[in-house]
């Protein structure tokens, strides 16, 4: 089992800042990807960025030249940098973690993100 905490959500005005956290613990070893996504009311979960445990980056269009994804393997910790945020960057983020051992994905509770105009 893999646990993840997630913090860094809150209030900002458009084209302000956060950073978003998520710390995994539990079964890690086998951890490969780690991403966010993100889910606004009356919509789907969409793929906001992921990295993979040797550094490879995949962001979302919506988010590019944005939105920064990085990883401290050493603590288990995945970053969302998030700049220039707009009122559509407005969800809930939820951290998301893929054990390739027994193939399983796993979701932080969530935060919320929501961004004024």
């Known amino acids: 089992q893999v646990q993840l905490v997630e913090s860094g959500g809150g209030l900002v005005q458009t084209g302000g800042s956060l950073r978003l956290s998520c710390a995994a613990s539990g079964s890690i070893f086998s951890i490969n990807d780690m991403g966010w996504y993100r889910q606004a009311p009356g919509n789907q979960r969409e793929l906001v960025a992921v990295?993979?445990?040797?550094?490879?980056?995949k962001n979302a269009d919506s988010v590019k030249g944005r939105f920064g994804i990085s990883r401290d393997n050493a603590k288990n910790t995945v970053y969302l940098q998030m700049n220039s945020l707009k009122p559509e960057d407005t969800a809930v983020y939820y951290c998301?973690?893929?054990?390739?051992?027994?193939?399983?994905?796993?979701w932080g509770q969530g935060t919320q993100v929501t961004v004024s105009s």
């Open positions: 998301y973690a893929y054990d390739s051992r027994d193939r399983t994905g796993y």
């Open positions: 990295i993979s445990s040797g550094g490879s980056r």
